[in-house]
């Protein structure tokens, strides 16, 4: 969470000149929310190992996701890939019609 609002302090203050409030106020939740999910992933991850070498029982996704080495990187990457391609399409048809810069 600590890095998010510094992430978000440095650009406001760099190009805040370009940034309306609404902007301004998205930057700061957003970078939060980002830093905050991922550190709450962190977590779950090191919860799973932990509990996979203690030979406690794990649920089948958490263990997929987080406690299956190199096969979680690999769920990881297809879940992106799943997610990420429609996306990028998505964002490319709506700023298509607008020249770059």
């Known amino acids: 969470m600590g890095l998010g609002l510094v992430v ?3 650009t406001v203050w760099k190009f805040g000149q370009a940034y309306s409030v609404f902007e301004t106020a998205a930057t700061f939740v957003l970078s939060t ?3 905050t999910v991922l550190g709450l992933l962190l977590v779950r991850a090191d919860t ?3 509990r996979v070498h203690a030979g406690q029982p794990v649920g089948v996704l958490s263990r997929l996701f ?3 080495g190199i096969r979680s990187l690999f769920a990881w990457l297809i879940v992106l890939l799943i997610v990420g391609f429609p996306l ?3 964002l490319g048809t709506m700023t298509s019609s ?3 810069g």
């Open 8 to 10: 978000a302090m440095f």
């Open 33 to 35: 929310a980002i830093t």
């Open 48 to 50: 799973v190992r932990h």
């Open 66 to 68: 987080f406690g299956a």
């Open 88 to 90: 990028a399409i998505w």
């Open 98 to 100: 607008m020249p770059a």
